[in-house]
Structure formats: C-alpha cells, structure tokens
C-alpha cells in the first residue's frame, strides 16, 4: 500500500467505513442508523450494538470474545476489502505529513477518537482514572467530552439526564460507606450525586477523576485514547455490576483497598459547588456569513475539541481549520474535497458509508472545499481533533 500516493491522490482527506462495538451491559438506544437485523452482528454473547467509533488508532478494551482490531478505524482504498488497511498503518506511516509536525513531535501518534455513545437507559456511576493512576496499570489517563446532536436524537430515551460528582455537601466517608455496600445491596449512590437534564445542542466536559452517569441520549463523545475507568455504581437500571468493574483497573494487591478506589477521585472536582458554570460547555460561534456557520462545541481542556460545521443549502464553500481531524456527517449530502459525502441512513455492520472522513493537516491549513448539494437541508458535520492543535480551544471556556 502507497500511503502517501493514495493521500495525495484523494486531495489530502482519508475516507473511513463505519466501525461499530458490542456492549454486554445496558440495551441498545438504536439510533445509529444501522440496519435493525445488525444490533446482534456480533452475537448475543457480546451484546448490542451501542457505539460507533471515529478516527481511532487503538482498539477497544471489549473482553476475551472481542476481535484484536476491534474498533479500529479503516480507511476505505476502493480496493478489496477484505484487506484490511488501518488509520493506524496510516499514522505510522506518514506521521506529521498527515496530522501535523507539532502533534506527531509531541505524541508520536493520532492521541485520541471520538465516537457515537447509544444507550436507551443510564449508564452506570463511574470515574475514568487519571494519567498517574492509569500508568499505575499501564494504561494512560481519559478525559472526554460530549456533545448532544439534534440530529441523532428522535427521542431521549429512558433516562435524558445525567449524573455529576456529588452535592457539595457529601462527605468522602458518605461514599465510602456506599462502596463499602458493594457486594451486599443495592449501594445507591447517586443519592449523593446531581444529575443535570441534557440540552440538545450543547456538552459538557468530564476530566479523568470525577464520577459521571451519562443519560439516555446518543452521544458524540471525543476522548483521549484510552477506556479506563472505575464503577461506583453497582446496580444500575435493573442490571447488577460486579465487584472487577469497580477495581479492575486497580494494581491487583489494590483490589480489595477502598481508600485506594476512593483515591482515583479528583474530589474538589466532584464536589464543585457551580459544576455547571466550570464543565458546560454550550457552542461558541467562531465563524458565521451567509454560507456557513461554524461553531465550538468541545473546549476549554488540554487534551480534546471539536467543531460542529454546518453548510447552508446550495452552499460551496471553502473552509480552513490549520489542524488535521476527522469528521462524521450528521445532515445533508454534498461534496468534500473529492469524495461524495451523505448523511447515513441505513447502515450495515461490515458495509461501507460516505459519512466518516479525516483531513490531513495540510488540506485542513490550505483549506477544505465543501460543497452541499441540496436545495433545501443544511450540509452538517462534527469535527474532533486534539486540543494541542488549537491553542484557542484550550483557553476557550477557563
């Protein structure tokens, strides 16, 4: 495989076919637009579909029956497909040629993903660890963001709220005696919590260390490259967590220490009395004219952001970023650079889609023609990268 060749011959932008994950836990919101025989593509034994992944050079920490490259992003050559050519072999290859000589110096790598989060109830209470107490197992830190799509959300499911921290006035041995109640009932835990009703069209911020439950909403979710994390929560919706998911990312003689779980917590984060006013995050419009409007949407941290781009009808337009990021369509159809782009529909698992891209550094600098082929929609599309490409994305929103 040419790397550089097929980069070049497709004006800088890689496009990708959709990846999706298995979940044993929760039930499936099924707004992916996939097809409804698919949700069980991969069995019964793993669960149903509940996620598509975007841009992704690490695979998904799934169990024992999940695949090595399991939500590994794929980039489409128009060649057989059964050849495999990964985002990954890309990034290795081509390095800062494709996502910019200042984020491969410092990373050496593409350092983060994004994906489409879909559950028709709430998740369970759980905090992903810090980049110390991850590296205590190897692992590297998560922190993420969310973004509430209109266009993905029909309906907001079981449970459209979500859970932060805990009230200002909870004790930590409040919490202790909750986990200490892991094994023997209901602990109940988000009695100590608030939860906050989602508002399409906006986000929020989580950094590693604070305890969250997202709702029932689909979610987009940009995030380090990483899944570590620590349930708090042991029955949720009905549905009983065991013991491992609140230490199995514990160094193993750390297992059973309840002060060490509790010491994962970043807790003046959790118990942040204006949480709300220090982790929203609603838009910020950067750009507007009559052709398009470009907004913020994931800011205000060191390590994620994203952009929601939306192309007004009959629209072309061409749009300079200065970084390398990938992208999902969410409305319309039209022209990016080359390549022919729509809004999914009807999705099969293992099938192609012309919604999910990634922009090389340079074309994103030099600027990338976009063109929305419709009359009467708007040509919409989320944008994720890493926040160390765009400075202004770290200090917007602190």
């Known amino acids: 495989m040419n790397y ?26 099924r707004r992916l637009r996939i097809h409804p025989d698919d949700y069980y593509a991969y069995g019964v034994k793993r669960g149903s579909v509940k996620e598509r992944w975007f841009s992704s050079v690490i695979a998904a920490n799934n169990g024992p029956l999940a695949e090595q490259d399991e939500g590994m992003s794929r980039v489409n050559t128009g060649k057989d497909r059964s050849e495999r050519v990964y985002f990954k072999d890309f990034v290795d290859a081509l390095g800062a040629e494709l996502i910019g000589k200042k984020l491969y110096d410092k990373y050496g790598t593409w350092p983060m993903y994004s994906k489409f989060y879909d559950y028709t ?27 509430y799509p209109p266009q993905y959300n029909n309906y907001p499911g079981k449970f459209p709220h979500t859970y932060f921290g805990f009230d200002p ?53 940009p995030q380090w490259n990483s899944d570590v994390n620590s349930v708090y929560e042991n029955i949720t919706d009905g549905e009983i967590y065991d013991y491992k998911f609140l230490c199995e990312n514990c160094p193993e003689d750390k297992m059973r220490d309840i002060d060490y779980i509790m010491s994962l917590m970043d807790w003046d984060a959790n118990v942040d009395p204006h949480y709300k006013k220090t982790y929203f995050r609603p838009p910020v419009t950067l750009e507007e004219n ?25 629209k072309t337009v061409t749009v300079k970023d200065g970084f390398a990021y990938g992208l999902i369509i969410t409305q319309g159809f039209g022209k990016l650079g080359s390549y022919d782009c729509s809004t999914a529909c009807m999705l099969r ?50």
């Open 169 to 221: 006035d909870t004790t930590k041995e409040q919490v202790r005696e909750r986990l200490l109640k892991y094994e023997s009932g209901d602990n109940r835990i988000t009695e100590l919590s608030r939860a906050f009703r989602i508002e399409l069209g906006t986000g929020w911020y989580t950094p590693p260390g604070v305890l969250h439950a997202p709702g029932s909403y689909l979610t987009y979710e």
């Open 349 to 398: 698992v293992g099938g192609v889609s012309q919604d999910e891209f990634f922009v090389s550094e340079k074309t994103a600098t030099e600027g990338l023609t976009i063109t929305n082929k419709s009359d009467s929609e708007p040509l919409v599309m989320l944008k994720h990268y890493p926040a160390y490409s765009d400075p202004a994305a770290i200090v917007m929103g602190k």
């Open 4 to 29: 550089r060749e097929h980069l070049e011959k497709n004006g800088g932008v890689l496009r990708f076919d959709p990846i999706f994950i298995p979940r044993q836990f929760g039930d499936a919101g």
């Open 290 to 314: 009559e052709d398009y409007v470009q907004k913020q949407v994931a800011y205000g941290n060191d390590y994620i952001a994203a952009r929601e781009l939306t192309v007004f009808p009959g």
């Open 121 to 147: 109830g709430p998740l369970f209470f759980h905090l992903h660890l810090d980049f110390e107490s991850a590296a205590r197992v190897g692992r590297i830190g998560k922190p993420e963001a969310y973004y």
